[in-house]
C-alpha cells in the first residue's frame, strides 16, 4: 500500500509552487458560482488576500534560517551529533526521528517543524540503508499533532478569552474564555495524542521499503558548507578584527538572553513564533563565536527560503477568494463548505464531521488562525444548538486543521528546505500518515 501511495505521488504531485497554482485556479471558479459573483469580484478578494500573510511569511522564513544556523553552530551541531547517533539500524532510525518529531511539535509547532528535519538528517548521515525520504516524512509527520498541543493557536485563543473570542464564536464562548484543562489536557485529546505517539513511529517504521526501492542519500550531499579558514589576527585589518571579534558576539548574546529570560519570567512558558525566532538566533549568535561567522551562516541557510517567500502569498490570496461574502447571498466558499457539514451532523457526530470539514478547508487554508477565522463562527454555534460541549468543537476543527496538513506541502516547506528533497518525495509516506491518523482521530472524536 505504501509502494502505491509512493508511486502515486512522485507521478502525479507537482512542486508545491504548481500545487498552489492549480489550488488558486480551482478556488477561483468555485468560488464565483458558491458566492454567485463575477470574476472581477473574485480577483479583487484574490488581491485583497495576496498580501495578508507578509508577516507570517517572514516568521517563517526566519525561523528555518534561524533553526538552520542554530544546528550549524559547532557545539550544537556536536550535541545533535551525538543523539543522532543512538539508532543503530534504519528502523530504529525512522523510529527515533518519528518520536523527536511528535515531541518537538507537540512542545512547540515551529520548534518541532524546524529540529525535526534537521535531526533526520543528521540521522541520515550516520545510519547507513535508511530511506532518506521517509526519515524526513517521519520528522514531517510529527507536525500531525501541532494543534493538539501547547502551541495550538485555538485552544491558546480559547483560553486567552476576551472580547474578540466572544465576536470569533457569536456569542457562544464569553470573554472568560476556556481554560486549556478542557482542551490540550482534557482527556480525550490527551488519549487521541498518546495513541499516535505509541503507534505512529511502528507505523512509519512497517513503511521502510526493501532490497532496491531503498533511497539513500549521499552524506556527502548532506554536509554543511566547511567555513572559510580564520586568518591571523596580526594579519587582519581593522574591519576585519571587528568581524571577528568575540567580544561583540558575547555582548550582543547577553542583550538576547537578558531578555529571553525576562520574558519567560514574565509569560511563562509561553512560546510563540517571535520568541522561539528570537531564542534561535540569539543562542546561534552565541554558538557561532564570531559576527562574521553568523553572516556566512546565515547566507548559506537562506537559500532555502525561497518556496516560502514564493508560495505563501498564492495561499493567502487563495485565503481571501475562500472568505469573500457574495454581494447578493452573504455566502462565503469556506462557509459553505462548514455549512454542508452542519447540516448532516447530530449531536454525536457532529465533532466528527466538524473535524472533516476543517481538513478540507484547511487544504485551501492552511492556517490556524485562519481556519478558526472562518469556521467558528459557524461551527461554534451550531455545536451549541446541538447539545455540544464548545471546547470539543473547538478541538475538532483543530484537529481538522493539523489532520490535512500530511497531504499539504504549505507547511513542509521548511522542512524540505532543509533535508534540499522535493514534496513528491515525502508526500507517498504522508499520505498513509493522514489515512491511519484519520481513523483515529475520528474515532477518539465520536467515541470518546
Not at 306 to 331: C, E, H, R, S
Request: some cysteine; aromatic content about 12%.
Amino acid at each position: 500500500m505504501t509502494a502505491g501511495s509512493v508511486k502515486l505521488v512522485e507521478r502525479f504531485l507537482p512542486d508545491p509552487y504548481i500545487f498552489a497554482i492549480v489550488l488558486t485556479f480551482f478556488v477561483f471558479i468555485v468560488a464565483m458560482f458558491v458566492t454567485q459573483s463575477t470574476p472581477f469580484d473574485i480577483v479583487e478578494a484574490w488581491y485583497g488576500g495576496f498580501w495578508s500573510l507578509l508577516s507570517f511569511s517572514m516568521q517563517m522564513a526566519m525561523i528555518l534560517v534561524t533553526g538552520t544556523i542554530l544546528a550549524t553552530a559547532p557545539l550544537f551541531k556536536k550535541g545533535l551529533g551525538k543523539l543522532a547517533s543512538l539508532p543503530k539500524n534504519k528502523i530504529s532510525a525512522v523510529v527515533v526521528v518519528s518520536i523527536v518529531g511528535l515531541l518537538a511539535s507537540f512542545i512547540n509547532w515551529g520548534f518541532g517543524l524546524v529540529i525535526g528535519a534537521i535531526f533526520a538528517k543528521e540521522v541520515a548521515k550516520r545510519v547507513k540503508g535508511v530511506d532518506y525520504p521517509l526519515l524526513i516524512a517521519a520528522a514531517y509527520s510529527g507536525f500531525l499533532i501541532w494543534h493538539a498541543g501547547i502551541s495550538g493557536s485555538i485552544p491558546l485563543t480559547l483560553a486567552t478569552g476576551g472580547a474578540s473570542l466572544v465576536t470569533q464564536t457569536a456569542g457562544v464562548i464569553s470573554e472568560a474564555g476556556i481554560p486549556t484543562s478542557a482542551t490540550i489536557f482534557s482527556y480525550y485529546n490527551l488519549i487521541i495524542v498518546g495513541v499516535l505517539i505509541l503507534t505512529l513511529p511502528i507505523l512509519l517504521a512497517l513503511m521502510h521499503p526493501k532490497g532496491d526501492k531503498v533511497k539513500t542519500v549521499d552524506p556527502a550531499l548532506l554536509e554543511d558548507e566547511v567555513e572559510a579558514p580564520a586568518l591571523e589576527r596580526s594579519a587582519m585589518t581593522p574591519a576585519e578584527k571587528l568581524e571577528n571579534s568575540k567580544i561583540i558576539n558575547y555582548i550582543l548574546s547577553l542583550m538576547g538572553f537578558t531578555f529571553i529570560v525576562l520574558y519567560f519570567v514574565k509569560n511563562g512558558f509561553n512560546l510563540n513564533l517571535n520568541i522561539v525566532n528570537f531564542v534561535f538566533l540569539f543562542a546561534a549568535i552565541l554558538l557561532h563565536g564570531t559576527p562574521i561567522n553568523t553572516v556566512r551562516a546565515v547566507s548559506s541557510a537562506a537559500k532555502s527560503v525561497g518556496g516560502i517567500l514564493l508560495q505563501f502569498p498564492f495561499y493567502a490570496g487563495i485565503m481571501g477568494m475562500m472568505t469573500y461574502k457574495g454581494v447578493d447571498n452573504n455566502v462565503s466558499l469556506a462557509g459553505a463548505i462548514s455549512d454542508f457539514f452542519v447540516n448532516i451532523s447530530n449531536d454525536v457526530t457532529f465533532p466528527f464531521f466538524s473535524f472533516l470539514s476543517a481538513g478540507i478547508v484547511n487544504i485551501f487554508v492552511p492556517s490556524g488562525g485562519g481556519q478558526w477565522a472562518v469556521q467558528a463562527p459557524i461551527m461554534m454555534p451550531a455545536g451549541l444548538t446541538l447539545g455540544v460541549d464548545a471546547a470539543k468543537t473547538a478541538m475538532s476543527i483543530a484537529w481538522g486543521d493539523a489532520w490535512t496538513n500530511m497531504i499539504q506541502p504549505f507547511w513542509a516547506l521548511p522542512a524540505l528546505g532543509i533535508a534540499k528533497l522535493g514534496a513528491k518525495n515525502i508526500m507517498g509516506y504522508c499520505l498513509i500518515v493522514l489515512l491511519y491518523s484519520g481513523v483515529i482521530i475520528g474515532l477518539g472524536l465520536l467515541l470518546l
